[in-house]
Structure formats: structure tokens, C-alpha cells
């Protein structure tokens, strides 16, 4: 049963990853959407429920996109069933230099990890001692120091005895 809540827990995460309105940027790439010039100048804020927020760094950046923001709204709603922005808001603010995840909810999505699966260890199959491991063993003077040995020799395979010693 717990492989399979795994494989569930995995399946989640990939479909809620896949979807935009789960993604960090559920626009996509601000740069390749926007342009290279506009995306230094101006930033997505926020997106909730279908309205987008833009920061423009001064008023010539929020009068160009005030221009154009029905030709990115277009541009982002393209190929999608149901559109994602249905209003853009302009404001002017501070553009932060990198790219902020614009869904705050995103964050709670990065907390779903994969459970670590605890596997049974296969038990190792003991083997007898020989005559000579336990001479060995019974020659050690610490009593913990024999436990150790006896626990890792009846662990591994039993030594090969040469042919020519075996028949002597």
C-alpha cells in the first residue's frame, strides 16, 4: 500500500507542477513573454483570481504597458481553455532585479515532499563458525572485541581451504 500512496504522492506533485495556476510563475517566462526591454522595466506582481498585477518602474513604463496590456492579455490567455488573466492593473513601484515567484501559494507546494519509504532489510542468513574461527574467536581476551568478530564472521562466506590441506 505504500508504494502505491508514493507513486500517488508523486503523480500530485508532477500534475500540480504541470498546471499554471500551481506554478511559482503561472505566466511562464516573464522575458520570452514580454520582451527583454519591458521585463528589465517591468515586473508581474501578483495573480488573483484573473487579475494581474504589474510594477513599472516609472510612468513611461506604465503608459507603454497601459498601451499594450490588451495585447499581453491576449498573449497569455493564447491556447488556454479558460483565460488566466481577464484584467491587467499597472502600477509604479520598485523593479526587483530577478524574477519573483508571483503565486504565494506556490511556496506551500515546495513543502510536499516525497515521504522517504522505509524498506526492510533482508536479514543476512547466519552461518555456523568453523573449528578455526572459533579457536581464533576464544583467543581474544575482550569479551566485546569476540562478540564483534563472531557477528561478522558468521556474516561472511567461510574461508576456501586449499585442496592439498583439506586431505592432510
Known amino acids: 500500500m505504500r508504494g502505491n500512496t508514493s507513486r500517488l504522492g508523486a503523480f500530485l506533485r508532477d500534475a500540480l507542477n504541470r498546471h499554471p495556476a500551481f506554478s511559482a510563475n503561472p505566466l511562464g517566462d516573464w522575458k520570452e513573454l514580454a520582451g527583454d526591454q519591458v521585463a528589465r522595466h517591468c515586473r508581474p506582481k501578483s495573480l488573483k483570481e484573473g487579475l494581474l498585477v504589474l510594477v513599472a518602474s516609472d510612468a513611461v513604463w506604465k503608459h507603454h504597458m497601459e498601451l499594450h496590456k490588451e495585447i499581453l492579455r491576449e498573449k497569455i490567455n493564447a491556447g488556454r481553455e479558460k483565460p488566466l488573466v481577464e484584467k ?12 519573483a515567484a508571483i503565486n504565494p501559494g506556490h511556496q506551500l507546494l515546495d513543502r510536499l515532499k516525497a515521504k522517504k519509504q522505509r524498506t526492510r532489510r533482508q536479514q543476512a542468513k547466519l552461518r555456523p563458525l568453523t573449528a578455526e ?20 564472521l558468521r556474516r561472511t562466506t567461510p574461508p576456501e581451504i586449499p585442496q592439498e590441506l583439506d586431505r592432510g
Do not use: F, N, T, Y
Request: charged letters at 40%; proline letters at 6%; glycine letters at 6%.
Open 88 to 99: 491587467i492593473v499597472i502600477r509604479i513601484g520598485e523593479v526587483p532585479e530577478e524574477e
Open 133 to 152: 574461527e572459533e579457536a581464533l574467536l576464544a583467543a581474544i581476551p575482550d569479551k566485546e572485541l569476540r562478540k564483534i568478530g563472531s557477528r561478522l
